[in-house]
Antibody, heavy 119, light 106 residues
Framework: QVQLQQSGPGLVKPSQTLSLICAISGDSVSSKSAAWNWIRQSPSRGLEWLGRTFYRSKWSKEYAPSVKSRLTINPDTANNQFSLQLDSVVPEDTAVYFC?????????WGQGTLVIVSS | EIMMTQSPATLSVSPGERATLSCRTS??????LAWYQQKPGQAPRLLIYGASTRATGIPARFSGSGSGTEFTLTISSLQSEDFAVYYC?????????FGQGTKVEI
């Protein structure tokens, strides 16, 4: 059974970088059959897939067009976790952020982190 | 981007009744569609993938059907724990997209 544990601040100032970490247990971030995603949820935008990282013969990263210029998802093999960095945040980035496993559908979810963008 | 339209927005039903939720897509998906249940304060839970395959541990009262652009989630006999918001999600194309949800309430 895969478990995902999120950590990171709940308040970020406008124009700063939002950073979250997702620790994986029950699987490996380097698994050749898994993919590791970030999804956010807000009242205005609903559920929004942001991006993913996965390893096959090399590391790959894919991002949603809406955030591609600001988003970085990185694997951390030493600690079996992956991270999200969203640059230049604005109030519209306020949402609950989830880390999620899945290549096609999303089967295991972290507990969610409410991130508020406010000065 | 594939647009997902769920209806109705809210469905009022009584325990023991049947609930039928709809998801329509802006492009044909074949059967590349999943359904999730979300309760307040919790993450979504995977119910169905491949339009009709129940995920591990999901009761048989949940069933999915459809293909192409029209999909249905049916809850055959609502239990108290089934009152929640339900979302559809397509994985036929990038980016992955979700519907806006149907709230099933008493």
């Amino acid at each position: 059974q895969v478990q995902l544990q999120q950590s990171g601040p709940g308040l970020v100032k406008p124009s700063q970088t939002l950073s979250l970490i997702c620790a994986i247990s029950g699987d490996s971030v380097s698994s050749k059959s898994a993919a590791w995603n970030w999804i956010r949820q807000s009242p205005s935008r609903g559920l929004e897939w942001l991006g993913r990282t996965f390893y096959r013969s090399k590391w790959s990263k894919e991002y949603a067009p809406s955030v591609k210029s600001r988003l970085t998802i990185n694997p951390d093999t030493a600690n079996n976790q992956f991270s999200l960095q969203l640059d230049s945040v604005v109030p519209e980035d306020t949402a609950v952020y989830f880390c999620v496993s899945g290549n096609y559908w999303f089967d295991y979810w972290g507990q969610g982190t409410l991130v508020i963008v406010s000065s | 981007e594939i647009m997902m339209t769920q209806s109705p927005a809210t469905l009022s039903v009584s325990p023991g009744e049947r609930a039928t939720l709809s998801c329509r897509t802006s492009q044909s998906l074949s059967r590349n569609l999943a359904w999730y249940q979300q309760k307040p304060g919790q993450a979504p839970r995977l119910l169905i993938y491949g339009a009709s395959t129940r995920a591990t541990g999901i009761p048989a009262r949940f069933s999915g059907s459809g293909s192409g652009t029209e999909f249905t989630l049916t809850i055959s006999s609502l239990q108290s724990e089934d009152f929640a918001v339900y979302y559809c999600q397509q994985y036929d194309n990038w980016p992955r997209t979700f519907g806006q949800g149907t709230k099933v309430e008493i």
